[in-house]
């Protein structure tokens, strides 16, 4: 077994007693260990992984149960993300991470979120469960969301744009000759200098995709801000928290979209999506489709019939 994992488990087994989780049985298994574990009354399989390649990775087996899978995906988040602590790409000792969502979806809004943190509350945001929103389930975003708003006030801003919004900013942004990596730069910048506002911190940390020339030229008349973008950003703290909330606020407004219309809004930009906006039109109408949609996709065309 590998020294990575060999410490990830040693951690992970710590907090099973500490949360009162039974180890039933243990086994070893191809680059990895097997865990049956007992969870209130409730019974799961853990498989670990730890490749050079891939880092660390798990998968929970057995039969479903959500609440159960919840606290061992929680504890693993704390405890695979606490190792990397000290792998940080800065020594800043406060600093903010800005990520959005909604991006590829069809329907709901695009949300930038900047959070704060301070290295010694790094500990506290861990435990938490914090990991790339893609990574958790929409029950987990809102558990999670919700403990941090409460347990970290006034350490973020969201920038949140309704479809509508959303449809008039992206129009003036194309007049321009600019494209929606541009409009999300000067969303990741909003946020990031609207926080600087009210709270001071040394630098940003956000996506490489994200942080292209215009969020660095932006960014760059603010020179008592410093900023990396990296791959994989989430993996820093801050930016997996920016990730959670951001997630949150799109999830909040699909609710609101699916309360208002009596239906229930898929996400993504799939084959699916085009079926249920098909029947959306029917029931309401192309005016209404674009009140709930972003315009520029190609499913909004497929949706309409101007392409098959």
């Given at each position: 077994m590998?020294t990575e994992l060999?410490n990830?488990?040693?951690k992970?087994l710590?907090?099973?007693?500490?949360?009162?989780?039974?180890v039933?049985?243990q086994k070893?298994i191809p680059y990895?260990?097997q865990?049956k574990?007992?969870?209130n009354g409730?019974?799961?399989i853990?498989n670990?992984?730890?490749?050079?390649k891939?880092g660390?990775?798990?998968?929970?087996?057995?039969k479903?149960?959500?609440?159960?899978?919840?606290?061992v995906n929680r504890?693993?988040?704390?405890?695979s993300?606490?190792?990397?602590e000290?792998e940080l790409?800065?020594?800043w000792?406060?600093?903010?991470?800005?990520d959005e969502s909604?991006?590829?979806d069809?329907f709901?809004?695009?949300v930038?979120t900047?959070?704060?943190?301070?290295?010694?509350?790094?500990?506290?945001?861990l435990?938490?469960g914090?990991?790339?929103?893609?990574?958790?389930k929409?029950s987990e975003i809102?558990t999670?969301?919700?403990?941090?708003?409460?347990?970290?006030?006034g350490?973020?801003?969201?920038?949140?744009?309704?479809?509508?919004?959303?449809?008039?900013?992206?129009?003036?942004?194309a007049s321009?000759?600019k494209?929606l990596?541009?409009?999300l730069?000067?969303m990741?910048?909003r946020a990031?200098?609207?926080l600087k506002?009210?709270?001071?911190?040394?630098?940003?940390?956000v996506?490489?995709?994200?942080a292209d020339?215009?969020?660095k030229n932006?960014?760059s008349?603010f020179?008592?801000i410093?900023?990396?973008?990296m791959?994989?950003?989430?993996?820093?703290p801050?930016v997996?928290?920016a990730?959670?909330l951001?997630?949150?606020q799109?999830?909040m407004n699909m609710?609101?979209l699916?309360?208002?219309?009596g239906m229930?809004?898929?996400?993504?930009?799939s084959?699916?999506?085009?079926?249920?906006?098909?029947e959306?039109?029917?029931?309401?109408?192309?005016?209404?489709?674009r009140?709930?949609?972003k315009i520029?996709?190609?499913?909004?065309k497929?949706?309409?019939g101007d392409i098959?």
């Amino acid at each position: 077994m590998s020294t990575e994992l060999q410490n990830i488990i040693e951690k992970f087994l710590y907090q099973c007693e500490k949360n009162k989780i039974l180890v039933i049985e243990q086994k070893d298994i191809p680059y990895g260990e097997q865990y049956k574990l007992e969870i209130n009354g409730d019974k799961i399989i853990l498989n670990m992984y730890f490749s050079e390649k891939k880092g660390f990775s798990y998968v929970i087996g057995g039969k479903k149960n959500p609440k159960a899978e919840f606290i061992v995906n929680r504890i693993l988040s704390y405890v695979s993300a606490n190792r990397k602590e000290t792998e940080l790409k800065h020594k800043w000792n406060v600093w903010v991470g800005s990520d959005e969502s909604g991006k590829g979806d069809f329907f709901g809004a695009l949300v930038v979120t900047c959070f704060r943190v301070e290295r010694d509350k790094v500990p506290e945001l861990l435990k938490l469960g914090i990991t790339d929103s893609k990574k958790l389930k929409d029950s987990e975003i809102k558990t999670i969301a919700h403990q941090i708003y409460r347990l970290f006030p006034g350490c973020f801003e969201s920038i949140a744009l309704t479809p509508e919004k959303y449809n008039e900013l992206y129009a003036k942004f194309a007049s321009r000759g600019k494209k929606l990596n541009e409009l999300l730069a000067w969303m990741h910048t909003r946020a990031i200098l609207n926080l600087k506002q009210k709270k001071d911190f040394e630098g940003a940390v956000v996506d490489k995709f994200t942080a292209d020339k215009n969020l660095k030229n932006s960014l760059s008349e603010f020179k008592n801000i410093k900023l990396i973008n990296m791959i994989k950003a989430e993996e820093d703290p801050a930016v997996a928290a920016a990730s959670v909330l951001s997630r949150y606020q799109f999830l909040m407004n699909m609710k609101s979209l699916s309360i208002k219309y009596g239906m229930e809004f898929p996400k993504g930009a799939s084959q699916k999506v085009i079926s249920f906006g098909k029947e959306f039109i029917k029931k309401y109408s192309v005016a209404e489709l674009r009140k709930t949609s972003k315009i520029h996709f190609q499913t909004y065309k497929k949706i309409c019939g101007d392409i098959s």
